[in-house]
Protein backbone atom coordinates (compact mmCIF):
# COMPACT_ATOMS: atom_id res chain seq x y z
CA UNK A 1 0.00 0.00 0.00
CA UNK A 2 1.67 3.33 -0.96
CA UNK A 3 2.13 6.30 1.80
CA UNK A 4 -0.71 8.35 0.78
CA UNK A 5 -3.34 5.61 0.54
CA UNK A 6 -2.14 4.93 4.05
CA UNK A 7 -2.84 7.79 5.51
CA UNK A 8 -5.99 7.95 4.05
CA UNK A 9 -6.65 5.16 5.50
CA UNK A 10 -6.04 5.86 8.98
CA UNK A 11 -8.13 8.64 8.51
CA UNK A 12 -11.32 6.73 7.39
CA UNK A 13 -10.73 4.22 10.24
CA UNK A 14 -10.62 6.95 13.06
CA UNK A 15 -13.78 8.50 11.48
CA UNK A 16 -15.57 5.30 11.77
CA UNK A 17 -14.25 4.21 15.42
CA UNK A 18 -15.97 6.36 18.39
CA UNK A 19 -13.73 4.99 20.78
CA UNK A 20 -9.78 6.14 21.63
CA UNK A 21 -7.60 3.70 18.28
CA UNK A 22 -4.34 2.51 19.40
CA UNK A 23 -1.32 2.32 16.87
CA UNK A 24 -1.73 -1.40 17.52
CA UNK A 25 -5.71 -1.82 16.18
CA UNK A 26 -4.51 0.03 13.40
CA UNK A 27 -1.39 -1.84 12.67
CA UNK A 28 -3.05 -4.20 12.50
CA UNK A 29 -5.98 -3.63 10.29
CA UNK A 30 -3.35 -1.86 7.92
CA UNK A 31 -0.79 -4.97 7.82
CA UNK A 32 2.02 -2.05 8.90
CA UNK A 33 4.28 -1.64 12.65
CA UNK A 34 3.14 0.65 15.03
CA UNK A 35 6.29 2.60 14.93
CA UNK A 36 5.15 2.80 10.99
CA UNK A 37 1.55 4.26 12.11
CA UNK A 38 3.29 6.74 14.79
CA UNK A 39 4.95 8.53 12.03
CA UNK A 40 2.07 8.76 9.83
CA UNK A 41 0.24 9.78 12.64
CA UNK A 42 2.79 12.61 12.71
CA UNK A 43 2.47 13.26 9.79
CA UNK A 44 -1.06 13.99 9.27
CA UNK A 45 -1.06 16.18 12.63
CA UNK A 46 1.47 18.43 10.90
CA UNK A 47 -1.08 18.38 7.70
CA UNK A 48 -3.40 19.85 10.38
CA UNK A 49 -5.71 16.76 10.57
CA UNK A 50 -7.51 17.15 14.10
CA UNK A 51 -6.17 14.19 15.19
CA UNK A 52 -5.99 13.45 19.31
CA UNK A 53 -4.71 11.72 21.51
CA UNK A 54 -1.20 9.80 22.10
CA UNK A 55 0.91 6.77 22.43
CA UNK A 56 -0.74 3.74 24.34
CA UNK A 57 -3.75 5.66 25.32
CA UNK A 58 -5.35 5.68 21.35
CA UNK A 59 -6.28 8.41 18.74
CA UNK A 60 -9.33 9.81 17.74
CA UNK A 61 -10.43 12.20 15.09
CA UNK A 62 -12.31 15.28 15.93
CA UNK A 63 -15.77 16.29 14.39
CA UNK A 64 -16.51 18.28 11.84
CA UNK A 65 -13.21 17.00 9.47
CA UNK A 66 -13.97 16.21 5.91
CA UNK A 67 -11.97 14.64 3.50
CA UNK A 68 -11.67 15.66 0.01
CA UNK A 69 -13.33 13.40 -2.68
CA UNK A 70 -11.57 9.91 -2.64
CA UNK A 71 -11.09 7.68 -5.03
CA UNK A 72 -12.43 4.34 -5.30
CA UNK A 73 -11.27 0.92 -5.66
CA UNK A 74 -13.11 -1.98 -7.49
CA UNK A 75 -13.81 -3.10 -4.21
CA UNK A 76 -14.89 -0.12 -2.82
CA UNK A 77 -17.44 0.42 -6.31
CA UNK A 78 -18.69 -2.83 -6.36
CA UNK A 79 -19.71 -2.38 -2.44
CA UNK A 80 -20.97 1.04 -2.85
CA UNK A 81 -23.24 -0.67 -5.87
CA UNK A 82 -24.48 -3.13 -4.31
CA UNK A 83 -25.18 -1.63 -1.61
CA UNK A 84 -27.76 0.61 -3.64
CA UNK A 85 -29.27 -2.05 -5.51
CA UNK A 86 -30.52 -3.93 -2.54
CA UNK A 87 -32.35 0.05 -2.02
CA UNK A 88 -33.33 -0.12 -5.47
CA UNK A 89 -34.84 -3.10 -5.24
CA UNK A 90 -36.21 -3.17 -1.71
CA UNK A 91 -36.26 0.39 -0.63
CA UNK A 92 -39.32 2.85 -0.17
CA UNK A 93 -39.82 5.38 -2.67
CA UNK A 94 -37.64 8.14 -1.04
CA UNK A 95 -34.89 5.37 -0.62
CA UNK A 96 -35.20 4.96 -3.83
CA UNK A 97 -34.62 8.71 -5.61
CA UNK A 98 -31.51 8.86 -2.95
CA UNK A 99 -30.02 5.82 -3.85
CA UNK A 100 -30.49 6.85 -7.47
CA UNK A 101 -29.11 10.02 -6.48
CA UNK A 102 -25.95 8.41 -4.69
CA UNK A 103 -24.78 6.20 -8.14
CA UNK A 104 -25.53 9.85 -10.19
CA UNK A 105 -22.89 11.72 -7.76
CA UNK A 106 -20.13 8.62 -7.41
CA UNK A 107 -20.78 8.29 -11.43
CA UNK A 108 -19.52 12.31 -12.07
CA UNK A 109 -16.84 12.35 -9.85
CA UNK A 110 -14.87 8.72 -10.60
CA UNK A 111 -12.73 8.06 -14.63
CA UNK A 112 -14.28 6.47 -16.76
CA UNK A 113 -12.68 3.51 -16.54
CA UNK A 114 -14.13 3.20 -13.13
CA UNK A 115 -17.41 4.61 -14.31
CA UNK A 116 -17.87 1.22 -16.86
CA UNK A 117 -17.25 -1.29 -13.93
CA UNK A 118 -20.06 0.06 -11.90
CA UNK A 119 -22.42 -0.87 -14.58
CA UNK A 120 -21.13 -4.45 -15.58
CA UNK A 121 -23.80 -6.05 -12.85
CA UNK A 122 -21.66 -8.79 -12.01
CA UNK A 123 -23.61 -8.28 -8.20
CA UNK A 124 -27.10 -8.80 -8.89
CA UNK A 125 -29.57 -8.73 -6.11
CA UNK A 126 -32.85 -10.96 -6.39
CA UNK A 127 -36.24 -10.61 -5.41
CA UNK A 128 -37.15 -7.12 -5.55
CA UNK A 129 -40.02 -5.91 -3.95
CA UNK A 130 -42.40 -3.24 -5.68
CA UNK A 131 -42.86 -0.26 -4.40
CA UNK A 132 -46.66 0.16 -5.02
CA UNK A 133 -47.34 -2.68 -2.25
CA UNK A 134 -49.64 -0.87 0.51
CA UNK A 135 -46.94 -0.81 3.12
CA UNK A 136 -44.44 0.53 1.26
CA UNK A 137 -46.13 4.15 1.79
CA UNK A 138 -45.18 3.43 6.00
CA UNK A 139 -41.80 3.12 5.41
CA UNK A 140 -40.67 6.61 5.15
CA UNK A 141 -42.54 7.73 7.88
CA UNK A 142 -41.57 5.14 9.84
CA UNK A 143 -37.60 5.51 9.09
CA UNK A 144 -38.10 9.50 10.67
CA UNK A 145 -39.63 8.03 13.88
CA UNK A 146 -36.55 5.46 14.33
CA UNK A 147 -34.46 8.37 13.33
CA UNK A 148 -36.45 10.46 15.42
CA UNK A 149 -37.15 8.47 18.13
CA UNK A 150 -40.49 9.02 18.09
CA UNK A 151 -43.30 6.22 19.03
CA UNK A 152 -46.03 4.89 16.35
CA UNK A 153 -49.13 3.98 16.50
CA UNK A 154 -50.17 0.95 14.06
CA UNK A 155 -52.82 -1.18 13.28
CA UNK A 156 -51.17 -4.70 12.90
CA UNK A 157 -52.95 -7.96 11.11
CA UNK A 158 -51.19 -10.91 12.82
CA UNK A 159 -50.78 -14.23 10.83
CA UNK A 160 -54.05 -15.29 12.07
CA UNK A 161 -56.46 -12.43 10.74
CA UNK A 162 -56.73 -10.53 14.33
CA UNK A 163 -56.31 -6.83 14.06
CA UNK A 164 -54.82 -5.03 17.19
CA UNK A 165 -54.19 -1.29 18.18
CA UNK A 166 -50.40 -0.92 19.28
CA UNK A 167 -48.12 1.53 20.32
CA UNK A 168 -44.36 0.70 19.86
CA UNK A 169 -40.90 2.18 20.07
CA UNK A 170 -39.46 1.50 16.18
CA UNK A 171 -35.84 0.60 16.65
CA UNK A 172 -34.90 -0.34 13.09
CA UNK A 173 -35.91 -2.21 10.34
CA UNK A 174 -34.93 -5.54 9.42
CA UNK A 175 -34.52 -6.20 5.48
CA UNK A 176 -34.62 -9.66 4.19
CA UNK A 177 -35.09 -11.22 0.58
CA UNK A 178 -38.64 -11.67 1.39
CA UNK A 179 -39.92 -9.36 3.80
CA UNK A 180 -39.27 -6.24 5.62
CA UNK A 181 -39.63 -6.72 9.50
CA UNK A 182 -40.52 -3.50 12.21
CA UNK A 183 -37.96 -4.04 14.88
CA UNK A 184 -39.90 -2.64 18.48
CA UNK A 185 -40.79 -2.67 21.86
CA UNK A 186 -44.61 -3.21 22.72
CA UNK A 187 -46.11 -1.59 24.64
CA UNK A 188 -48.84 -3.91 24.45
CA UNK A 189 -47.38 -6.63 25.13
CA UNK A 190 -44.22 -5.06 27.00
CA UNK A 191 -41.97 -6.91 25.06
CA UNK A 192 -39.63 -6.70 21.90
CA UNK A 193 -41.66 -7.75 19.09
CA UNK A 194 -41.05 -8.24 15.00
CA UNK A 195 -43.67 -7.07 12.78
CA UNK A 196 -44.22 -7.48 9.07
CA UNK A 197 -44.68 -4.46 7.18
CA UNK A 198 -47.41 -5.88 4.70
CA UNK A 199 -49.04 -6.63 7.64
CA UNK A 200 -49.02 -3.30 8.87
CA UNK A 201 -52.19 -1.56 7.52
CA UNK A 202 -52.52 1.83 9.68
CA UNK A 203 -49.23 4.04 10.61
CA UNK A 204 -49.22 7.39 12.58
CA UNK A 205 -46.82 8.99 14.95
CA UNK A 206 -47.58 10.01 18.13
CA UNK A 207 -46.11 13.07 20.01
CA UNK A 208 -44.47 11.02 22.83
CA UNK A 209 -40.53 10.05 22.04
CA UNK A 210 -38.91 7.34 23.99
CA UNK A 211 -35.15 6.62 24.68
CA UNK A 212 -32.96 3.95 22.81
CA UNK A 213 -30.57 3.73 25.33
CA UNK A 214 -28.35 4.87 22.69
CA UNK A 215 -28.73 1.60 21.03
CA UNK A 216 -29.00 -0.56 24.02
CA UNK A 217 -32.10 -1.49 22.89
CA UNK A 218 -31.54 -3.05 19.39
CA UNK A 219 -28.84 -4.94 20.68
CA UNK A 220 -31.40 -6.36 23.21
CA UNK A 221 -33.78 -6.84 20.42
CA UNK A 222 -31.36 -8.78 17.70
CA UNK A 223 -29.86 -10.90 20.75
CA UNK A 224 -33.58 -12.11 21.73
CA UNK A 225 -34.73 -12.49 17.96
CA UNK A 226 -31.74 -14.58 17.25
CA UNK A 227 -32.33 -17.08 20.02
CA UNK A 228 -35.73 -17.95 18.49
Known amino acids: ?4 DRLLQIIQVLRRRKAPTTAR ?7 VTPRTIYRDI ?10 EGEAGLGYILRDGYDLPPLMFSADEIEAVV ?3 Q ?8 DLVRSAANVLAKIETVVPDNVSD ?5 ALLVPHSVQNEMPF ?3 LPMIRLAVRQNRKLMILYTSLADEETARTIWPLGLYIFSHVTLLCSWCELREGYRAFRAERITLCEPLADRFNPKNGA ?12
Open 117 to 121: QMWKG
Open 82 to 84: LGM
Open 136 to 138: ARH
Open 1 to 4: MRRA
Open 25 to 31: MLADELE
Open 86 to 93: MVLARGDA
Open 217 to 228: MMTAFLKQFAQR
Open 42 to 51: VTLQSARVPI
